[in-house]
């Protein structure tokens, strides 16, 4: 199969999962916080609320789509796009598992594979900042203007320590290039960047964590768009459409900082112990208790609706868990599996971070940012550096 | 193909020069010159230069312009005022651009003649690693004068930017 | 058929610091005129990798590294020292900048 339609044929893939994680993940962001909040969140679109994300899809489309009348016409409608563009442009250098063969070629999981591939996810993040800035001067609103140049001011401090975090498990793996960052971790959890022999990025990993949450705008470092403070802050003139569009890019932010966390840190789509010691049935065995869990609470439930869907629910990962067995797709599935397992678990910590911690004040957050986290990010490179030259 | 991609993007990078010059209110001017940046660092990477294209990004586009776009924000620069400009500056200013242009162009044309096509991929000799061993080899003692003047820059922005001059 | 000759990238670079010149020799707003002064940067940066590109060395880039990391300097203080010019004399045309004692 020739090379344009292959990745005609990735990119389509990778849009289409994309877009549906991102609607989705708005569902699970309000289900997890819902239940640390002891309530329901989403119950009554579908089933467990699933059908909520198209609900409000269908809301957003079909509102109306007003443009204020003072405002700067050609930057207040090239913002949300810009922000748009660049948040879902970096989804295409993510290596989302290993090598699998499709209709007789051999092709890996990966839109592209750049030899700056880390470079080019700084450079497009960095551009993700004008998205907002512009947003809130061209809205023509003092409210807007200030979130506007908050949020951007709050995004390029904390850039600096973002890329020194990146920097230091650099000095490990000694390639710029997203794909052979990923395999230079090959082996057990021993050999991920985090507990790497001779120097462990531990510190760094909680940098560039906190510096992601920042650099995403979200809680403790959502004052930018503070509701009850800012009134929304950059987005407070944006209406439906465009709305829905910072919306998108700030949660696709998200699943970059957290696909790149999982790739720089915790070891992309490799295994937690060698396929040797039998790693290739952790997923039927995650999905095979799930599916336990599920079906025996649907024997007695709380509610007498979940008497038909948690026996569903049981079911259907039951079928994906035994679906992990099936020879022909193992090879493709299994580091997917790995790779989704750890995006989700750092998503999750989003989310729950979001429904735990209150917000930091302005001055807080930037004082935070150039007085602890960039000498700590930066006292870290230099131990690494000593490390790895001494060893 | 290359030279489709270099016209698309030589094209954009002129009109977005032009406009810098051209349009009156400082935010249309910056947002063009962030056009031309780009559009710069696509031909960087056709002319082998990939780090040199990400670092254009993400120095210049990312923060350089960043800084641009937050000083016309805060001193809320507004449209500038069209008059004042003299006769002979509105008369002579177009046609000595372009004589002076065509001279450029004369020279290059004249002294290097039919050279090298620009293949994309040819030259491989851009990648971080050539270059972060030239800088700490070779460019040493430049690569730590240039820190020594990021600091007092720094140093130097703080001291001006403060509240009371 | 091959690439574009390098001859088109100088020319390019040519047109690009000509219109720099331009912005700078005919705008009256002191930002514009930095702007220009950086798309004048812009246009010896691809002047630069161009040749870099003919000779088969990286000395080029490594130029159009430090040119780019003097510019980012530049531009800080140049721009705080813009602030403070407006801070005194609340006006950015440089027309009305043009005595010493205010």
Redesign the interface.
Request: proline share 5%; with cysteine; aromatic share 12%.
């Given at each position: 199969m020739n090379f344009f339609l292959l990745s005609v044929l990735k990119a389509a893939v990778v849009a289409f999962v994309l877009l549906t994680t991102l609607a989705y993940l708005q569902w699970v962001e309000r289900k997890v916080i819902a239940h640390i909040q002891v309530r329901m969140g989403p119950y009554r679109v579908g089933p467990h609320g699933l059908l909520q994300p198209l609900a409000d899809v269908i809301k957003l489309i079909t509102k109306e789509d007003l443009i204020p009348p003072h405002v700067n016409k050609f930057v207040y409608l090239m913002a949300p796009f810009l922000a748009v563009t660049m948040a879902l442009i970096s989804i295409s250098v993510i290596p989302f598992g290993s090598e699998i063969h499709i209709f007789g070629t051999a092709t890996w999981m990966q839109l592209t594979d750049l030899n700056i591939g880390l470079l080019f996810i700084l450079a497009v993040s960095s551009m993700g900042v004008y998205g907002i800035a512009l947003a809130g001067w061209a809205s023509n609103n003092k409210y807007s203007l200030l979130g506007g140049l908050r949020s951007s001011a709050q995004m390029i401090s904390y850039e600096l320590p973002l890329s020194i975090a990146i920097a230091s498990p650099l000095l490990l793996v000694n390639t710029l290039s997203l794909r052979e960052i990923v395999q230079a971790q090959t082996g057990s959890i021993l050999h991920w960047n985090i507990l790497r022999w001779p120097a462990p990025q531990m510190v760094s990993f909680l940098v560039f964590l906190i510096a992601g949450f920042a650099e995403t705008n979200r809680v403790p470092f959502d004052l930018p768009e503070a509701e009850n403070e800012l009134v929304a802050g950059f987005h407070t003139e944006y209406s439906s459409m465009k709305f829905a569009a910072f919306f998108m890019a700030e949660y696709a932010n998200m699943v970059t900082v957290s696909c790149m966390t999982a790739i720089l840190f915790l070891g992309g789509w490799q295994p937690l112990f060698s396929p040797a010691w039998g790693s290739n049935y952790v997923p039927t065995l995650i999905f095979a208790v799930a599916g336990l869990i599920a079906i025996s609470h649907g024997m007695n439930p709380a509610r007498k609706f979940d008497r038909i869907t948690l026996p569903i629910t049981g079911v259907v990962f039951l079928l994906v868990g035994a679906l992990f067995l099936f020879p022909p797709v193992q090879a493709a599935l299994i580091p997917l599996f790995w790779f989704a397992a750890k995006v989700g678990a750092i998503l999750f910590l989003y989310i729950w971070i979001r429904g735990t911690l209150p917000r930091f004040r302005y001055d807080q957050l930037m004082r935070f940012a150039w007085k602890v986290l960039f000498p700590v990010a930066l006292a870290n490179l230099l131990v690494t550096g000593l490390v790895v030259a001494l060893s | 193909m290359?030279?489709i991609l270099?016209?698309v993007f030589?094209i954009i990078?002129?009109v977005c020069?032009?406009n810098?010059?051209v349009q009156t209110h400082?935010?249309s001017?910056?947002?063009s010159?962030?056009g031309?940046?780009g559009s710069?660092a696509v031909?960087?990477l056709?002319?082998?230069?990939?780090?040199?294209a990400?670092?254009?990004?993400?120095?210049?586009?990312?923060?350089?312009m960043?800084?641009?776009?937050?000083?016309?924000?805060?001193?809320n620069?507004g449209s500038?005022?069209k008059r004042?400009?003299s006769l002979a500056?509105q008369l002579l200013?177009f046609p000595l651009?372009i004589a002076?242009?065509a001279l450029?162009?004369y020279f290059?044309?004249r002294f290097?003649p039919?050279?090298?096509?620009?293949?994309?991929g040819?030259?491989k000799?851009?990648?971080?690693q050539?270059?972060g061993r030239?800088?700490f080899t070779?460019?040493l003692l430049?690569f730590e004068v240039?820190s020594i003047?990021?600091l007092?820059?720094?140093v130097?922005?703080v001291v001006?930017?403060r509240k009371e001059? | 058929m091959s690439g574009p000759p390098l001859n088109w990238y100088l020319i390019l670079s040519a047109v690009l610091f000509a219109l720099g010149v331009a912005g700078f020799l005919f705008r009256k707003s002191i930002i514009t005129i930095f702007m220009s002064i950086e798309l004048m940067l812009n246009a010896v940066n691809l002047s630069f990798v161009a040749f870099s590109y003919q000779l088969k060395q990286v000395n080029g880039h490594v130029f159009a590294f430090f040119v780019m990391v003097v510019a980012a300097a530049e531009a800080a203080v140049g721009l705080a020292i813009i602030l403070t010019v407006f801070k005194n004399r609340e006006t950015l045309n440089v027309d009305q900048v043009n005595s010493m004692k205010y």
């Amino acid at each position: 199969m020739n090379f344009f339609l292959l990745s005609v044929l990735k990119a389509a893939v990778v849009a289409f999962v994309l877009l549906t994680t991102l609607a989705y993940l708005q569902w699970v962001e309000r289900k997890v916080i819902a239940h640390i909040q002891v309530r329901m969140g989403p119950y009554r679109v579908g089933p467990h609320g699933l059908l909520q994300p198209l609900a409000d899809v269908i809301k957003l489309i079909t509102k109306e789509d007003l443009i204020p009348p003072h405002v700067n016409k050609f930057v207040y409608l090239m913002a949300p796009f810009l922000a748009v563009t660049m948040a879902l442009i970096s989804i295409s250098v993510i290596p989302f598992g290993s090598e699998i063969h499709i209709f007789g070629t051999a092709t890996w999981m990966q839109l592209t594979d750049l030899n700056i591939g880390l470079l080019f996810i700084l450079a497009v993040s960095s551009m993700g900042v004008y998205g907002i800035a512009l947003a809130g001067w061209a809205s023509n609103n003092k409210y807007s203007l200030l979130g506007g140049l908050r949020s951007s001011a709050q995004m390029i401090s904390y850039e600096l320590p973002l890329s020194i975090a990146i920097a230091s498990p650099l000095l490990l793996v000694n390639t710029l290039s997203l794909r052979e960052i990923v395999q230079a971790q090959t082996g057990s959890i021993l050999h991920w960047n985090i507990l790497r022999w001779p120097a462990p990025q531990m510190v760094s990993f909680l940098v560039f964590l906190i510096a992601g949450f920042a650099e995403t705008n979200r809680v403790p470092f959502d004052l930018p768009e503070a509701e009850n403070e800012l009134v929304a802050g950059f987005h407070t003139e944006y209406s439906s459409m465009k709305f829905a569009a910072f919306f998108m890019a700030e949660y696709a932010n998200m699943v970059t900082v957290s696909c790149m966390t999982a790739i720089l840190f915790l070891g992309g789509w490799q295994p937690l112990f060698s396929p040797a010691w039998g790693s290739n049935y952790v997923p039927t065995l995650i999905f095979a208790v799930a599916g336990l869990i599920a079906i025996s609470h649907g024997m007695n439930p709380a509610r007498k609706f979940d008497r038909i869907t948690l026996p569903i629910t049981g079911v259907v990962f039951l079928l994906v868990g035994a679906l992990f067995l099936f020879p022909p797709v193992q090879a493709a599935l299994i580091p997917l599996f790995w790779f989704a397992a750890k995006v989700g678990a750092i998503l999750f910590l989003y989310i729950w971070i979001r429904g735990t911690l209150p917000r930091f004040r302005y001055d807080q957050l930037m004082r935070f940012a150039w007085k602890v986290l960039f000498p700590v990010a930066l006292a870290n490179l230099l131990v690494t550096g000593l490390v790895v030259a001494l060893s | 193909m290359d030279v489709i991609l270099f016209l698309v993007f030589a094209i954009i990078a002129v009109v977005c020069a032009v406009n810098v010059v051209v349009q009156t209110h400082p935010i249309s001017s910056a947002i063009s010159l962030i056009g031309v940046m780009g559009s710069l660092a696509v031909l960087y990477l056709l002319l082998g230069a990939e780090f040199l294209a990400m670092a254009q990004i993400i120095v210049y586009a990312g923060a350089v312009m960043v800084l641009f776009v937050f000083v016309i924000m805060l001193l809320n620069a507004g449209s500038e005022a069209k008059r004042g400009r003299s006769l002979a500056a509105q008369l002579l200013g177009f046609p000595l651009l372009i004589a002076f242009l065509a001279l450029a162009s004369y020279f290059i044309q004249r002294f290097y003649p039919g050279n090298t096509p620009v293949h994309f991929g040819a030259f491989k000799g851009g990648t971080a690693q050539i270059i972060g061993r030239a800088l700490f080899t070779q460019y040493l003692l430049p690569f730590e004068v240039t820190s020594i003047l990021i600091l007092i820059a720094i140093v130097g922005a703080v001291v001006l930017a403060r509240k009371e001059i | 058929m091959s690439g574009p000759p390098l001859n088109w990238y100088l020319i390019l670079s040519a047109v690009l610091f000509a219109l720099g010149v331009a912005g700078f020799l005919f705008r009256k707003s002191i930002i514009t005129i930095f702007m220009s002064i950086e798309l004048m940067l812009n246009a010896v940066n691809l002047s630069f990798v161009a040749f870099s590109y003919q000779l088969k060395q990286v000395n080029g880039h490594v130029f159009a590294f430090f040119v780019m990391v003097v510019a980012a300097a530049e531009a800080a203080v140049g721009l705080a020292i813009i602030l403070t010019v407006f801070k005194n004399r609340e006006t950015l045309n440089v027309d009305q900048v043009n005595s010493m004692k205010y």
